[in-house]
Protein backbone atom coordinates (compact mmCIF):
# COMPACT_ATOMS: atom_id res chain seq x y z
CA UNK A 1 0.00 0.00 0.00
CA UNK A 2 1.52 3.66 -0.99
CA UNK A 3 0.70 6.72 0.96
CA UNK A 4 3.26 9.20 2.79
CA UNK A 5 5.40 9.76 5.45
CA UNK A 6 3.39 9.88 8.79
CA UNK A 7 4.62 9.76 12.72
CA UNK A 8 3.35 6.39 13.92
CA UNK A 9 1.26 7.75 16.37
CA UNK A 10 -0.37 9.56 13.96
CA UNK A 11 -0.23 6.54 11.12
CA UNK A 12 -1.86 4.53 14.17
CA UNK A 13 -4.57 7.20 14.90
CA UNK A 14 -5.45 7.05 11.06
CA UNK A 15 -5.36 3.02 11.01
CA UNK A 16 -8.35 1.09 11.07
CA UNK A 17 -9.31 -1.83 13.45
CA UNK A 18 -8.14 -5.00 12.56
CA UNK A 19 -10.70 -6.44 10.24
CA UNK A 20 -10.60 -9.80 8.43
CA UNK A 21 -10.44 -9.83 4.75
CA UNK A 22 -12.68 -12.09 1.89
CA UNK A 23 -10.87 -11.62 -1.32
CA UNK A 24 -9.61 -13.43 -3.95
CA UNK A 25 -6.65 -12.36 -5.99
CA UNK A 26 -7.20 -13.29 -9.45
CA UNK A 27 -3.87 -14.59 -11.67
CA UNK A 28 -5.74 -15.77 -14.25
CA UNK A 29 -5.10 -13.57 -17.81
CA UNK A 30 -8.73 -14.43 -19.38
CA UNK A 31 -10.18 -14.10 -16.24
CA UNK A 32 -9.00 -10.55 -15.79
CA UNK A 33 -9.60 -9.41 -19.09
CA UNK A 34 -13.28 -10.61 -18.40
CA UNK A 35 -12.92 -8.78 -14.73
CA UNK A 36 -11.66 -5.38 -16.84
CA UNK A 37 -14.54 -6.08 -19.20
CA UNK A 38 -17.51 -6.21 -16.86
CA UNK A 39 -16.27 -3.68 -14.31
CA UNK A 40 -15.27 -0.84 -17.46
CA UNK A 41 -18.10 -1.13 -19.07
CA UNK A 42 -20.57 -0.91 -15.71
CA UNK A 43 -18.09 2.49 -16.10
CA UNK A 44 -19.17 3.67 -19.13
CA UNK A 45 -22.48 3.06 -18.98
CA UNK A 46 -22.46 4.87 -15.54
CA UNK A 47 -20.48 7.83 -17.02
CA UNK A 48 -22.25 8.53 -20.40
CA UNK A 49 -25.42 8.68 -18.68
CA UNK A 50 -23.77 12.18 -16.85
CA UNK A 51 -23.40 13.78 -20.85
CA UNK A 52 -25.81 11.88 -22.99
CA UNK A 53 -28.78 13.99 -22.34
CA UNK A 54 -27.12 17.28 -22.45
CA UNK A 55 -27.54 17.10 -26.69
CA UNK A 56 -31.66 16.12 -26.14
CA UNK A 57 -32.73 19.40 -24.64
CA UNK A 58 -34.69 20.75 -27.42
CA UNK A 59 -36.18 17.35 -28.20
CA UNK A 60 -37.34 17.12 -24.79
CA UNK A 61 -38.41 20.56 -23.98
CA UNK A 62 -40.98 19.69 -27.20
CA UNK A 63 -42.07 16.08 -26.26
CA UNK A 64 -42.53 16.21 -22.95
CA UNK A 65 -43.14 20.21 -22.27
CA UNK A 66 -40.07 20.50 -20.35
CA UNK A 67 -38.72 23.86 -19.22
CA UNK A 68 -35.37 24.88 -18.85
CA UNK A 69 -35.62 24.76 -15.32
CA UNK A 70 -36.95 21.12 -15.30
CA UNK A 71 -34.72 19.83 -18.15
CA UNK A 72 -31.48 21.62 -15.97
CA UNK A 73 -33.37 18.45 -13.06
CA UNK A 74 -33.67 15.80 -15.52
CA UNK A 75 -29.81 16.15 -16.08
CA UNK A 76 -28.45 17.23 -12.99
CA UNK A 77 -30.13 15.12 -10.73
CA UNK A 78 -28.98 12.24 -11.87
CA UNK A 79 -25.27 13.93 -10.84
CA UNK A 80 -26.43 14.82 -7.82
CA UNK A 81 -27.73 11.34 -6.45
CA UNK A 82 -24.35 9.99 -7.71
CA UNK A 83 -22.15 12.44 -5.28
CA UNK A 84 -24.28 12.17 -2.44
CA UNK A 85 -24.13 8.49 -2.42
CA UNK A 86 -20.92 7.41 -3.57
CA UNK A 87 -19.14 7.94 -0.30
CA UNK A 88 -21.90 5.93 1.96
CA UNK A 89 -22.34 2.76 -0.66
CA UNK A 90 -18.70 2.53 -1.33
CA UNK A 91 -18.48 1.88 2.62
CA UNK A 92 -21.10 -0.54 2.33
CA UNK A 93 -19.40 -2.77 -0.37
CA UNK A 94 -16.52 -3.20 1.58
CA UNK A 95 -19.22 -4.56 4.22
CA UNK A 96 -21.92 -6.46 2.89
CA UNK A 97 -19.84 -7.53 -0.19
CA UNK A 98 -18.65 -5.87 -3.65
CA UNK A 99 -20.31 -8.21 -6.11
CA UNK A 100 -23.71 -8.20 -4.43
CA UNK A 101 -23.50 -3.98 -4.47
CA UNK A 102 -22.55 -4.39 -7.60
CA UNK A 103 -24.82 -6.81 -9.26
CA UNK A 104 -27.94 -4.58 -7.25
CA UNK A 105 -26.66 -1.40 -8.91
CA UNK A 106 -26.83 -3.10 -12.88
CA UNK A 107 -30.39 -4.22 -11.79
CA UNK A 108 -31.45 -1.07 -10.44
CA UNK A 109 -29.81 1.14 -13.06
CA UNK A 110 -31.35 -1.13 -16.01
CA UNK A 111 -34.76 -0.67 -14.88
CA UNK A 112 -34.36 2.90 -14.17
CA UNK A 113 -33.42 3.53 -17.33
CA UNK A 114 -35.57 1.58 -19.30
CA UNK A 115 -38.62 3.68 -17.21
CA UNK A 116 -36.89 6.87 -18.49
CA UNK A 117 -37.09 5.73 -21.82
CA UNK A 118 -40.78 4.98 -21.47
CA UNK A 119 -41.30 8.48 -20.01
CA UNK A 120 -44.24 10.21 -20.68
CA UNK A 121 -44.01 13.23 -18.67
CA UNK A 122 -41.17 15.29 -16.71
CA UNK A 123 -41.91 13.95 -13.47
CA UNK A 124 -41.47 10.37 -14.52
CA UNK A 125 -38.14 11.34 -16.57
CA UNK A 126 -37.10 13.08 -13.34
CA UNK A 127 -38.14 10.21 -10.95
CA UNK A 128 -36.63 8.05 -13.14
CA UNK A 129 -32.78 9.61 -13.58
CA UNK A 130 -32.42 10.36 -9.80
CA UNK A 131 -33.36 6.55 -8.93
CA UNK A 132 -30.55 6.17 -12.04
CA UNK A 133 -28.00 8.20 -10.15
CA UNK A 134 -28.79 6.01 -6.75
CA UNK A 135 -28.00 2.68 -8.92
CA UNK A 136 -24.88 4.76 -10.60
CA UNK A 137 -23.75 5.14 -7.23
CA UNK A 138 -24.13 2.12 -6.15
CA UNK A 139 -22.01 0.78 -9.08
CA UNK A 140 -19.05 3.50 -9.83
CA UNK A 141 -17.25 2.87 -6.41
CA UNK A 142 -17.34 -0.91 -6.71
CA UNK A 143 -16.10 -1.25 -9.85
CA UNK A 144 -12.69 0.32 -9.03
CA UNK A 145 -13.04 -1.34 -5.20
CA UNK A 146 -13.25 -4.68 -7.42
CA UNK A 147 -10.00 -4.08 -9.33
CA UNK A 148 -8.17 -3.26 -6.15
CA UNK A 149 -9.29 -6.16 -4.08
CA UNK A 150 -8.81 -8.60 -7.23
CA UNK A 151 -5.87 -7.80 -9.34
CA UNK A 152 -2.27 -8.49 -7.52
CA UNK A 153 0.00 -5.52 -6.66
CA UNK A 154 1.87 -5.88 -9.77
CA UNK A 155 -0.96 -5.87 -12.09
CA UNK A 156 -2.95 -3.37 -10.04
CA UNK A 157 -1.66 -0.34 -11.34
CA UNK A 158 -2.27 -1.37 -14.96
CA UNK A 159 -5.87 -2.36 -14.34
CA UNK A 160 -6.02 0.58 -12.98
CA UNK A 161 -4.54 2.62 -16.04
CA UNK A 162 -7.33 1.14 -18.07
CA UNK A 163 -10.30 2.12 -15.77
CA UNK A 164 -9.00 5.78 -15.33
CA UNK A 165 -8.99 5.99 -19.15
CA UNK A 166 -12.36 5.02 -19.30
CA UNK A 167 -13.38 6.62 -16.75
CA UNK A 168 -12.17 9.91 -18.71
CA UNK A 169 -13.27 8.99 -22.32
CA UNK A 170 -16.54 7.41 -21.01
CA UNK A 171 -18.26 10.91 -21.24
CA UNK A 172 -17.00 11.94 -24.71
CA UNK A 173 -17.50 8.48 -25.83
CA UNK A 174 -21.42 8.66 -24.19
CA UNK A 175 -21.45 12.36 -25.99
CA UNK A 176 -20.61 11.02 -29.49
CA UNK A 177 -23.28 8.04 -29.32
CA UNK A 178 -25.54 10.13 -27.85
CA UNK A 179 -25.57 12.38 -30.55
CA UNK A 180 -26.00 9.95 -33.09
CA UNK A 181 -29.05 8.62 -31.49
CA UNK A 182 -30.65 11.57 -31.63
CA UNK A 183 -29.79 12.89 -35.13
CA UNK A 184 -31.22 9.46 -36.12
CA UNK A 185 -33.71 8.35 -33.54
CA UNK A 186 -36.05 9.36 -30.91
CA UNK A 187 -34.43 10.77 -27.71
CA UNK A 188 -35.76 7.55 -25.42
CA UNK A 189 -32.95 5.55 -27.73
CA UNK A 190 -30.82 7.44 -25.93
CA UNK A 191 -31.42 5.48 -22.72
CA UNK A 192 -30.88 2.09 -24.70
CA UNK A 193 -27.35 2.29 -25.12
CA UNK A 194 -26.74 2.19 -20.77
CA UNK A 195 -29.36 -0.29 -20.79
CA UNK A 196 -27.69 -2.63 -23.29
CA UNK A 197 -24.13 -1.49 -21.92
CA UNK A 198 -24.91 -2.12 -18.10
CA UNK A 199 -26.98 -5.84 -19.79
CA UNK A 200 -23.26 -6.89 -20.53
CA UNK A 201 -21.46 -5.88 -17.45
CA UNK A 202 -24.42 -8.07 -15.45
CA UNK A 203 -23.71 -10.84 -17.66
CA UNK A 204 -19.79 -10.82 -17.10
CA UNK A 205 -19.88 -10.14 -13.67
CA UNK A 206 -22.07 -12.92 -12.76
CA UNK A 207 -19.49 -15.43 -14.68
CA UNK A 208 -16.01 -13.84 -13.71
CA UNK A 209 -16.43 -11.22 -10.88
CA UNK A 210 -15.89 -13.01 -7.26
CA UNK A 211 -17.15 -11.42 -4.03
CA UNK A 212 -14.69 -9.25 -1.88
CA UNK A 213 -15.63 -8.08 1.57
CA UNK A 214 -14.24 -6.95 4.99
CA UNK A 215 -15.11 -8.01 8.72
CA UNK A 216 -14.97 -4.85 10.00
CA UNK A 217 -15.67 -4.31 13.81
CA UNK A 218 -18.19 -1.45 14.80
CA UNK A 219 -21.29 -0.22 13.69
CA UNK A 220 -21.45 1.20 9.92
CA UNK A 221 -21.15 4.95 10.19
CA UNK A 222 -25.13 6.01 9.74
CA UNK A 223 -24.91 9.63 10.43
CA UNK A 224 -21.51 10.14 8.69
CA UNK A 225 -23.11 8.88 5.61
CA UNK A 226 -25.98 10.90 6.36
CA UNK A 227 -23.95 14.36 7.10
CA UNK A 228 -22.14 13.25 3.64
CA UNK A 229 -24.48 12.57 1.37
CA UNK A 230 -26.62 16.00 2.28
CA UNK A 231 -23.22 18.12 2.21
CA UNK A 232 -21.78 16.62 -1.16
CA UNK A 233 -25.54 16.74 -2.76
CA UNK A 234 -25.72 20.25 -1.24
CA UNK A 235 -23.23 21.82 -2.64
CA UNK A 236 -23.40 19.71 -6.10
CA UNK A 237 -26.66 21.45 -6.27
CA UNK A 238 -25.25 25.06 -5.34
CA UNK A 239 -22.50 24.75 -8.43
CA UNK A 240 -25.40 23.32 -10.46
CA UNK A 241 -27.54 26.33 -9.91
CA UNK A 242 -25.07 29.31 -9.48
CA UNK A 243 -24.48 29.81 -13.20
CA UNK A 244 -27.77 29.34 -14.36
CA UNK A 245 -29.81 31.46 -11.47
CA UNK A 246 -27.18 33.27 -10.19
CA UNK A 247 -25.02 33.22 -6.93
CA UNK A 248 -27.39 34.68 -4.75
CA UNK A 249 -30.71 32.96 -6.16
CA UNK A 250 -32.26 30.77 -2.86
CA UNK A 251 -31.04 27.31 -4.56
CA UNK A 252 -27.75 28.12 -5.18
CA UNK A 253 -26.71 30.04 -2.02
CA UNK A 254 -28.92 27.79 -0.13
CA UNK A 255 -27.14 24.83 -1.21
CA UNK A 256 -24.07 25.75 -0.69
CA UNK A 257 -24.34 27.31 3.02
CA UNK A 258 -26.48 24.15 3.85
CA UNK A 259 -23.58 22.04 2.05
CA UNK A 260 -20.63 23.28 3.73
CA UNK A 261 -22.51 23.65 6.90
CA UNK A 262 -22.98 19.44 6.68
CA UNK A 263 -19.11 19.37 5.77
CA UNK A 264 -17.98 20.98 8.74
CA UNK A 265 -20.31 18.81 10.58
CA UNK A 266 -19.25 15.55 9.09
CA UNK A 267 -15.89 16.73 9.86
CA UNK A 268 -16.38 17.32 13.72
CA UNK A 269 -18.06 14.28 13.57
CA UNK A 270 -16.08 11.61 11.81
CA UNK A 271 -12.85 12.89 14.09
CA UNK A 272 -14.45 11.78 17.02
CA UNK A 273 -15.28 8.28 16.00
CA UNK A 274 -13.69 5.05 16.22
CA UNK A 275 -14.94 3.47 13.31
CA UNK A 276 -15.78 6.39 11.11
CA UNK A 277 -16.92 6.50 7.46
CA UNK A 278 -14.07 8.49 5.93
CA UNK A 279 -11.09 9.38 8.59
CA UNK A 280 -10.23 12.94 7.66
CA UNK A 281 -6.58 12.69 9.18
CA UNK A 282 -5.80 10.71 6.08
CA UNK A 283 -5.41 13.72 3.91
CA UNK A 284 -2.08 14.25 6.02
CA UNK A 285 -1.12 11.80 3.46
CA UNK A 286 0.83 14.05 0.57
CA UNK A 287 0.33 11.01 -1.70
CA UNK A 288 -3.98 11.45 -0.93
CA UNK A 289 -3.76 14.55 -1.04
CA UNK A 290 -1.85 15.43 -3.92
CA UNK A 291 -3.79 12.63 -5.79
CA UNK A 292 -7.30 14.26 -4.94
CA UNK A 293 -6.26 18.00 -5.79
CA UNK A 294 -4.77 16.64 -9.11
CA UNK A 295 -7.94 14.46 -9.75
CA UNK A 296 -10.08 17.65 -8.49
CA UNK A 297 -8.47 20.33 -10.90
CA UNK A 298 -7.80 17.67 -14.03
CA UNK A 299 -11.77 16.97 -14.11
CA UNK A 300 -12.54 20.71 -14.01
CA UNK A 301 -10.65 21.47 -16.12
CA UNK A 302 -11.94 18.54 -18.68
CA UNK A 303 -15.43 19.35 -18.16
CA UNK A 304 -15.26 23.21 -18.43
CA UNK A 305 -13.49 21.92 -22.49
CA UNK A 306 -16.44 19.67 -22.85
CA UNK A 307 -18.87 22.30 -21.97
CA UNK A 308 -17.17 24.99 -24.21
CA UNK A 309 -16.04 23.09 -27.35
CA UNK A 310 -19.55 21.48 -28.28
CA UNK A 311 -20.88 25.74 -28.06
CA UNK A 312 -17.72 26.82 -30.38
CA UNK A 313 -18.27 23.94 -32.91
CA UNK A 314 -21.86 24.70 -33.64
CA UNK A 315 -22.45 28.09 -32.73
CA UNK A 316 -19.28 29.54 -34.29
CA UNK A 317 -18.09 26.52 -36.83
CA UNK A 318 -21.66 25.14 -37.62
CA UNK A 319 -21.21 21.83 -36.87
CA UNK A 320 -24.03 19.32 -36.06
CA UNK A 321 -24.47 17.59 -32.78
CA UNK A 322 -22.77 15.02 -34.15
CA UNK A 323 -19.53 16.31 -35.75
CA UNK A 324 -19.40 18.67 -32.57
CA UNK A 325 -19.35 15.55 -30.50
CA UNK A 326 -17.01 13.59 -32.89
CA UNK A 327 -14.39 16.63 -32.76
CA UNK A 328 -14.30 15.76 -28.94
CA UNK A 329 -12.73 12.03 -30.52
CA UNK A 330 -9.09 13.10 -30.61
CA UNK A 331 -9.46 13.70 -26.74
CA UNK A 332 -10.02 9.93 -26.51
CA UNK A 333 -7.33 8.76 -28.66
CA UNK A 334 -4.88 10.21 -27.12
CA UNK A 335 -5.96 9.86 -23.07
CA UNK A 336 -7.22 5.86 -23.09
CA UNK A 337 -4.12 4.27 -24.34
CA UNK A 338 -1.71 6.88 -22.14
CA UNK A 339 -4.17 6.11 -19.00
CA UNK A 340 -2.98 2.72 -19.61
CA UNK A 341 0.53 2.82 -19.25
CA UNK A 342 0.64 6.04 -16.91
CA UNK A 343 0.73 4.10 -13.79
CA UNK A 344 3.90 2.14 -15.00
CA UNK A 345 5.74 5.39 -15.73
CA UNK A 346 4.84 6.89 -12.36
CA UNK A 347 7.02 3.72 -11.54
CA UNK A 348 9.93 4.44 -13.82
CA UNK A 349 10.34 8.17 -13.15
CA UNK A 350 8.65 8.89 -9.69
CA UNK A 351 4.53 9.47 -8.76
CA UNK A 352 5.43 13.35 -7.99
CA UNK A 353 7.19 13.54 -11.28
CA UNK A 354 4.43 12.21 -12.96
CA UNK A 355 1.44 14.27 -11.66
CA UNK A 356 3.68 17.60 -12.05
CA UNK A 357 4.59 16.74 -15.60
CA UNK A 358 0.97 15.75 -16.31
CA UNK A 359 -0.05 19.10 -14.86
CA UNK A 360 2.44 21.05 -16.54
CA UNK A 361 1.34 19.69 -19.88
CA UNK A 362 -2.18 20.01 -19.72
CA UNK A 363 -1.04 23.66 -18.65
CA UNK A 364 0.51 24.17 -22.11
CA UNK A 365 -2.69 22.66 -23.94
CA UNK A 366 -4.84 25.32 -22.46
CA UNK A 367 -2.28 27.91 -22.93
CA UNK A 368 -2.67 27.07 -26.78
CA UNK A 369 -6.01 26.93 -26.08
CA UNK A 370 -6.58 30.31 -24.97
CA UNK A 371 -3.66 32.18 -27.96
CA UNK A 372 -5.01 29.91 -30.77
CA UNK A 373 -8.44 29.93 -30.92
CA UNK A 374 -10.09 31.67 -33.67
CA UNK A 375 -13.43 31.68 -35.58
CA UNK A 376 -11.38 32.34 -39.00
CA UNK A 377 -9.18 29.30 -37.98
CA UNK A 378 -11.90 26.74 -37.16
CA UNK A 379 -11.05 23.42 -35.78
CA UNK A 380 -7.91 23.64 -36.71
CA UNK A 381 -7.06 26.63 -34.07
CA UNK A 382 -8.01 24.41 -31.58
CA UNK A 383 -7.04 20.73 -32.48
CA UNK A 384 -2.89 21.75 -30.97
CA UNK A 385 -3.90 22.71 -27.66
CA UNK A 386 -7.09 19.86 -27.75
CA UNK A 387 -4.19 17.01 -28.29
CA UNK A 388 -1.54 18.43 -25.80
CA UNK A 389 -4.34 19.09 -23.22
CA UNK A 390 -4.84 15.17 -23.60
CA UNK A 391 -1.68 14.09 -23.35
CA UNK A 392 -1.11 15.65 -19.79
CA UNK A 393 -4.57 14.84 -18.56
CA UNK A 394 -3.90 11.52 -19.78
CA UNK A 395 -0.83 11.64 -18.07
CA UNK A 396 -1.98 12.77 -14.31
CA UNK A 397 -5.07 11.04 -14.43
CA UNK A 398 -4.66 7.26 -13.76
CA UNK A 399 -1.74 7.92 -11.30
CA UNK A 400 -3.65 10.48 -9.16
CA UNK A 401 -6.45 7.58 -8.82
CA UNK A 402 -3.70 5.10 -7.72
CA UNK A 403 -1.97 7.02 -5.24
CA UNK A 404 -5.24 7.69 -3.65
CA UNK A 405 -6.78 3.81 -3.36
CA UNK A 406 -2.97 2.88 -2.11
CA UNK A 407 -3.18 5.27 0.41
CA UNK A 408 -6.11 3.34 2.25
CA UNK A 409 -5.92 -0.02 4.16
CA UNK A 410 -7.73 -2.85 2.01
CA UNK A 411 -10.49 -2.77 4.32
CA UNK A 412 -11.24 0.84 2.97
CA UNK A 413 -11.09 0.49 -0.23
CA UNK A 414 -14.52 0.78 -0.93
CA UNK A 415 -14.24 4.21 0.38
CA UNK A 416 -10.79 5.17 -1.63
CA UNK A 417 -12.72 4.50 -4.62
CA UNK A 418 -15.82 6.12 -3.14
CA UNK A 419 -13.16 9.06 -2.39
CA UNK A 420 -11.85 8.60 -6.01
CA UNK A 421 -15.00 8.88 -7.94
CA UNK A 422 -16.24 11.74 -5.49
CA UNK A 423 -13.91 14.10 -6.66
CA UNK A 424 -14.24 13.52 -10.14
CA UNK A 425 -17.83 14.34 -9.82
CA UNK A 426 -17.22 17.51 -7.97
CA UNK A 427 -14.07 18.58 -10.01
CA UNK A 428 -16.62 18.21 -12.84
CA UNK A 429 -19.94 20.44 -11.55
CA UNK A 430 -17.12 23.00 -10.31
CA UNK A 431 -15.49 23.05 -13.78
CA UNK A 432 -19.34 23.45 -15.09
CA UNK A 433 -19.80 26.09 -13.09
CA UNK A 434 -16.48 28.07 -13.11
CA UNK A 435 -15.65 28.12 -16.46
CA UNK A 436 -19.03 28.06 -17.86
CA UNK A 437 -19.15 31.44 -15.99
CA UNK A 438 -15.86 32.81 -17.25
CA UNK A 439 -17.50 32.40 -20.42
CA UNK A 440 -20.69 34.17 -20.18
CA UNK A 441 -18.99 36.75 -18.39
CA UNK A 442 -16.58 37.17 -21.53
CA UNK A 443 -19.54 37.03 -24.04
CA UNK A 444 -21.32 39.43 -22.05
CA UNK A 445 -18.58 41.71 -22.05
CA UNK A 446 -17.88 41.31 -25.74
CA UNK A 447 -21.16 41.64 -26.93
CA UNK A 448 -22.62 44.73 -25.34
CA UNK A 449 -20.93 46.89 -28.04
CA UNK A 450 -22.79 45.41 -31.04
CA UNK A 451 -26.22 45.41 -29.02
CA UNK A 452 -26.20 49.61 -28.68
CA UNK A 453 -29.05 50.04 -31.13
CA UNK A 454 -31.22 47.25 -30.82
CA UNK A 455 -33.82 47.47 -28.60
CA UNK A 456 -33.76 46.80 -24.85
CA UNK A 457 -35.41 43.61 -25.01
CA UNK A 458 -33.44 42.44 -27.95
CA UNK A 459 -30.25 43.66 -26.83
CA UNK A 460 -30.36 41.63 -23.59
CA UNK A 461 -31.78 38.49 -25.30
CA UNK A 462 -28.82 38.78 -27.42
CA UNK A 463 -26.42 39.46 -24.40
CA UNK A 464 -28.19 36.18 -22.86
CA UNK A 465 -25.64 33.67 -24.60
CA UNK A 466 -24.99 32.91 -28.44
CA UNK A 467 -28.37 30.75 -28.50
CA UNK A 468 -30.33 33.20 -27.37
CA UNK A 469 -28.95 35.35 -29.91
CA UNK A 470 -29.12 33.04 -33.19
CA UNK A 471 -32.99 33.17 -31.93
CA UNK A 472 -32.77 36.99 -31.54
CA UNK A 473 -30.95 37.48 -35.03
CA UNK A 474 -34.63 36.12 -36.73
CA UNK A 475 -35.97 39.53 -35.48
CA UNK A 476 -33.35 41.86 -36.31
CA UNK A 477 -33.39 41.83 -39.90
CA UNK A 478 -30.54 43.70 -41.70
CA UNK A 479 -29.23 44.13 -38.49
CA UNK A 480 -28.97 39.94 -38.08
CA UNK A 481 -25.46 39.73 -39.50
CA UNK A 482 -23.44 41.88 -37.81
CA UNK A 483 -24.85 40.99 -34.55
CA UNK A 484 -24.05 36.97 -35.28
CA UNK A 485 -20.78 38.09 -36.54
CA UNK A 486 -20.10 39.74 -32.97
CA UNK A 487 -21.99 37.11 -30.62
CA UNK A 488 -19.40 34.43 -32.46
CA UNK A 489 -16.75 36.50 -31.73
CA UNK A 490 -17.86 37.07 -28.53
CA UNK A 491 -18.10 33.43 -27.54
CA UNK A 492 -14.53 33.01 -28.83
CA UNK A 493 -13.22 35.93 -25.89
CA UNK A 494 -15.60 33.89 -23.29
CA UNK A 495 -13.53 30.64 -24.12
CA UNK A 496 -9.84 32.71 -23.84
CA UNK A 497 -11.25 34.17 -20.35
CA UNK A 498 -12.04 30.51 -19.32
CA UNK A 499 -9.29 29.16 -20.60
CA UNK A 500 -6.92 31.57 -18.86
CA UNK A 501 -8.68 30.42 -16.03
CA UNK A 502 -8.10 27.03 -16.00
CA UNK A 503 -4.47 27.70 -16.41
CA UNK A 504 -4.71 29.78 -13.24
CA UNK A 505 -6.15 26.67 -11.69
CA UNK A 506 -3.44 24.08 -13.10
CA UNK A 507 -0.42 26.69 -12.46
CA UNK A 508 -1.68 26.58 -8.65
CA UNK A 509 -1.60 22.58 -8.69
CA UNK A 510 1.50 22.16 -10.45
CA UNK A 511 3.34 24.53 -7.54
CA UNK A 512 1.33 22.57 -5.11
CA UNK A 513 2.72 19.34 -6.70
CA UNK A 514 6.27 20.35 -6.44
CA UNK A 515 5.80 21.82 -2.68
CA UNK A 516 3.77 18.96 -1.45
CA UNK A 517 3.83 16.00 -4.11
CA UNK A 518 4.00 12.75 -2.44
CA UNK A 519 8.02 12.05 -2.39
CA UNK A 520 9.00 8.45 -3.25
CA UNK A 521 11.36 8.50 0.19
CA UNK A 522 7.50 9.49 1.29
CA UNK A 523 5.88 6.37 -0.03
CA UNK A 524 8.72 4.42 0.69
CA UNK A 525 8.80 5.04 4.30
CA UNK A 526 4.96 4.61 4.33
CA UNK A 527 5.24 1.41 2.89
CA UNK A 528 7.46 0.12 5.61
CA UNK A 529 5.05 1.28 8.31
CA UNK A 530 2.12 -0.88 6.63
CA UNK A 531 4.46 -3.71 6.86
CA UNK A 532 4.90 -3.37 10.51
CA UNK A 533 1.34 -2.51 11.35
CA UNK A 534 -0.86 -4.99 8.88
CA UNK A 535 1.41 -8.28 8.66
Not at 53 to 71: F, I, R, T
Not at 195 to 217: D, F, K
Amino acid sequence: MTATTVEPSEHRAVTPPPVSHEAELVTDPKRQRRILIATCSALIAVVSSVSGLNVAQQHLALDLGASQSQLLWIINGYTMALAALLLPIGALGDRLGRKPILLSGLVLFIAANSMASLATTTTMLMGARILAGVAAAMIMPVTLSVITSSFPPEERARAVGIWSGFAGAGGILGLFVASFLIDNFTWPWLFAMPVAIAAVSLAMTIQAVGNSREHQPGRFDTVGSVLSAVAIGAIVLGIHEGPEKGWTHALALGGLIVGFGALAAFIAWELRQDNPLLDIRVFSHRGLAAGSITLLVVFAVMFGVFLVLPQFTQAVLGYTALKAAASLLPMVVVMMPLSAVAPLIAQRIGTRTTLAAGVGIFTAGLVLLALMVSAEGGYWSVLPGLLVLSFGIGLCMSPSTTVITESLPASKQGVASALNDTVRELGGAIGIALLGSFVSAGYRTSVAPATEGLSPELAHRVQEGIGSAFAAAMELGPDAAPVLTAAKAALVDGWQYAMWFGVGLALATFVYLMVRGPRESDLAAEDALDADLHP
